[in-house]
């Protein structure tokens, strides 16, 4: 890790509400800034925004008040929503401020002085989303070439200022080169490189006031505003102090990561390290350019109608689920896909199945059986030693992976350890060893390690989720406030004796609806068809061709839970590898809910819908009967779900 640790997010435009995108750019960098602070690193988390020119002043216009009024009301929304999604940023800039305004216009008579800015007549095509000229060469199809841009442009003629962005075009490349984390991820590198390869253009760096009036004044000619990529960008150096507090700019720069789309890569790669360069300021020790969030194939926006409010969304699913879903569904660089279903599948697995009923189970047990107190292990055995290895080499991987920028990695690899806890759990049973007095202290071993799993994965995903996971701890009994981080590479540091706590569902299942199944009546039903009155002799013999049909596959058990009102039957969520279904199994009065969660079964995966006790079931468990003795058919050893049986 590094000596410091300085990060930033874009800066913001306020002519709209903010939407997903700005939710996950901002959730990443807190989630980084505070595994950063939990290892005792100097950190510092910037974000904010950029309150300057023409779509600015064009949603102004629209709404009928000034571009000032319009910034005052928007920020509003931004810092509602960062408060809401428990953002942790030490100081959120506007670029209306005095304090950036000052650094903005003393940069420009500086460059400015030193002939690094000239004016110039200027004739090109302007785009006003992306509020950037481009040359006849440029466009696509004669619209902006940006990707997910492509709108048509403006041809403008015109007066303006010129930085010599074109003289540090060969500078540029040779450092790139030589500094290849300076550009992530990799592919974003080439990118960059591939723009440089070809003519680089001085950059226009005002706008007249005659055509653009909101923005900041250029300190050597008032008919000029600043060009807003210009403004914005210093906000990284204005912020830590740059021409203000040398010391605390020091104690900051350079940023360690800037944190950006990918939509804006060239003005952080090529606009961004000249601007620098001409400043004599060190360049950022790296750009990280994240993919975009994805509807199905498609971007999100306004014009498709697709956007994704992450306020509501908080509101209705928890802040903490939704963080988690974020850090654990994108793969840093490349796009992801939102939806609601996945959203769901993911909460109800790796939260509600997994982590919630672990800890439901764990804290359950030792208040029936230990008096809610921590029992006292013993030798753990060949699964205990195997459980405490796996958590403990998955907390360095999460470390690991927080260094290589792959967050997602290490996330998905906890989830995998609270799966191997539950398994642990179905192999050794403590509900079952805890009834008889020889075996109780055994149940107390294996529930010291569960929850000694549990309170090192707790630790690691708090600043993922630092509400659910501060209860969670709490319920074991350990103190609030953030964990030690060391403490979370150590096995054993659970105090026996430590008196649990009640406490509600950490991650109540999100129901869904179920669809409606149009199936012809079947003996699955709620009325029994009639019995036939004759009765085969022996068993009938079958075709190959007929057994083929039955489409038998492993699944594992993901929730359980009793049918109202039905003594024999359980209603089963269950993972079949590539979607989750739900079935009816009469298996009540053999097997509790809890003892079911994490075994893998045998089912027939293509058994026609039906409707069992108004519960729809889709497939069908196998099972071995004697006599009232009843049996789950399983398989022998590990296999993924969804895995072919015959």
Not at 178 to 196: K, V, Y
Not at 251 to 264: E, F
Not at 293 to 298: N, S, T
Request: include cysteine; glycine fraction near 6%; charge should be negative.
């Amino acid at each position: 890790m590094t000596d410091n640790f300085y990060i930033t997010t874009p800066i913001y435009y306020v002519n709209d509400r903010p939407h997903i995108g700005h939710a996950y750019t901002t959730i990443l960098a807190d989630v980084l800034a505070r595994y950063h602070r939990l290892i005792n690193v100097p950190t510092w988390f910037l974000t904010g925004t950029d309150e300057h020119g023409q779509k600015v002043q064009r949603a102004a216009e629209a709404a009928g008040m000034t571009p000032q009024q319009q910034a005052d009301e928007t920020v509003v929304r931004f810092k509602a929503l960062w408060e809401k999604l428990e953002i942790t940023n030490d100081d959120f800039i506007r670029t209306t401020e005095p304090r950036h305004q000052k650094v903005v216009q003393d940069i420009l008579q500086d460059l400015f002085d030193r002939d690094e800015i000239y004016r110039a007549d200027f004739e090109g095509w302007y785009c006003v989303t992306c509020e950037r000229f481009y040359t006849e060469k440029d466009l696509v199809d004669g619209n902006c070439p940006e990707p997910g841009c492509g709108r048509p442009v403006d041809k403008i003629t015109e007066p303006n200022y010129f930085f010599r962005m074109s003289k540090y075009q060969q500078w540029l490349i040779d450092y790139i080169e030589a500094n290849p984390t300076f550009i992530q991820p990799d592919f974003r590198r080439n990118e960059t490189l591939g723009f440089l390869r070809k003519e680089l253009n001085d950059l226009c760096i005002s706008r007249p006031k005659s055509r653009m009036a909101w923005g900041i004044e250029l300190p050597f000619d008032a008919d000029f505003v600043t060009y807003v990529w210009f403004d914005a960008l210093v906000n990284y150096i204005s912020a830590p102090g740059y021409l203000q507090d040398d010391a605390r700019f020091r104690s900051h720069w350079p940023a360690t990561c800037h944190l950006i789309g990918k939509d804006i890569l060239t003005t952080h790669t090529v606009y961004w390290p000249t601007m620098l360069k001409a400043m004599d300021v060190p360049m950022p020790k790296t750009i990280f350019a994240h993919g975009w969030w994805l509807v199905g194939r498609d971007k999100m926006s306004k014009t498709a109608g697709n956007v994704v409010n992450p306020m509501a969304f908080a509101d209705q699913y928890g802040v903490d689920a939704f963080r988690y879903f974020l850090m654990t569904e994108m793969s840093l660089g490349q796009d992801a896909s939102f939806t609601e279903e996945a959203f769901i599948r993911r909460y109800n697995t790796d939260l509600a199945n997994d982590l919630g009923n672990m800890l439901s189970r764990v804290t359950k047990l030792i208040g029936s059986y230990f008096d809610r107190k921590i029992p006292t292990p013993l030798e753990a055995g060949e699964a205990g030693e195997r459980l405490r290895e796996t958590t403990l080499r998955a907390a360095e991987e999460l470390v690991a992976s927080v260094e290589r920028m792959r967050p997602d990695q290490g996330l998905n690899g906890l989830a995998a350890v609270v799966r191997e806890a539950n398994r642990y759990m179905e192999l050794r049973q403590p509900w079952t060893l805890a009834k008889a007095e020889e075996t109780r202290a055994e149940a107390g071993t294996v529930l010291y390690y569960a929850a000694e799993a549990l309170r090192i994965i707790s630790g690691m995903l708090y600043p993922v989720m630092p509400g659910k996971m501060s209860a969670l701890r709490e319920a074991l009994g350990l103190p609030a406030g953030d964990p030690d981080f060391a403490d979370l590479h150590e096995w054993g540091l659970l105090k026996p004796g430590t008196e649990i706590q009640k406490m509600k569902i950490l991650f109540p299942r999100i129901q869904t609806k179920e669809p409606k199944v149009d199936a012809p009546a079947s003996p699955r039903e709620e009325k029994p068809m009639p019995e036939s009155k004759e009765s085969p002799v022996g068993v009938a013999q079958i075709e190959y061709t007929d057994f083929a049909k039955v489409a038998l596959q492993t699944a594992r058990i993901l929730e359980a839970e009793k049918i109202e009102g039905a003594d024999k039957l359980l209603r089963l969520q269950i993972d079949l590898g590539e979607e989750q279904r739900q079935i009816v199994a009469g298996i009540a009065l053999s097997y509790t809910p809890e003892a079911l969660i994490g075994k893998t079964i045998v089912v027939v995966s293509n058994l026609k819908p039906a409707r069992i006790r108004k519960v729809d079931s889709n497939g069908m468990l196998l099972a071995a009967k004697s006599g009232d003795q009843l049996r789950l058919i399983t398989v022998d050893g590990e296999l993924p779900a969804g895995s072919s049986v015959g």
